[in-house]
Nanobody
Framework: QVQLVESGGGLVQPGGSLNVSCAAS????????MAWYRQAPGKQRELVAR???????NYGDSVKGRFTISKDNAKNTVYLQMNSLKPEDTAVYYC?????????WGKGTLVTVSS
């Protein structure tokens, strides 16, 4: 099992930047992939960004070129750097881990992009 705790959400103006973090309760060595998903009100949860234990990344089309996922293996933490934020990026951002074929989710952190 793994517990995931997100932090760093908040209110930011359009065009601004924000970095959210996800701390895992165990080493990334045994976790196949970490990812960020988001869910806006009235919408389905969607993939934002994903990073494998080998460092390969992929992004949702709507965030390519603006968001960057990274991880610090020593801290068991994955980050999502969000730049050029838009109001449509407003959502609850969830951390996800895939371990032994099982999905684990954090409780989420709210990101609001508004002037």
């Amino acid at each position: 099992q793994v517990q995931l705790v997100e932090s760093g959400g908040g209110l930011v103006q359009p065009g601004g930047s924000l970095n959210v973090s996800c701390a895992a309760s165990r080493s990334f060595f045994s976790i196949y992939a970490m990812a960020w998903y988001r869910q806006a009100p009235g919408k389905q949860r969607e993939l934002v960004a994903r990073i494998t234990n080998g460092g390969s990344t992929n992004y949702g089309d709507s965030v390519k070129g603006r968001f960057t996922i990274s991880k610090d293996n020593a801290k068991n933490t994955v980050y999502l750097q969000m730049n050029s934020l838009k109001p449509e990026d407003t959502a609850v951002y969830y951390c996800h881990a895939l371990l032994d074929g099982i999905s684990y989710w954090g409780k989420g952190t709210l990101v609001t992009v508004s002037s």
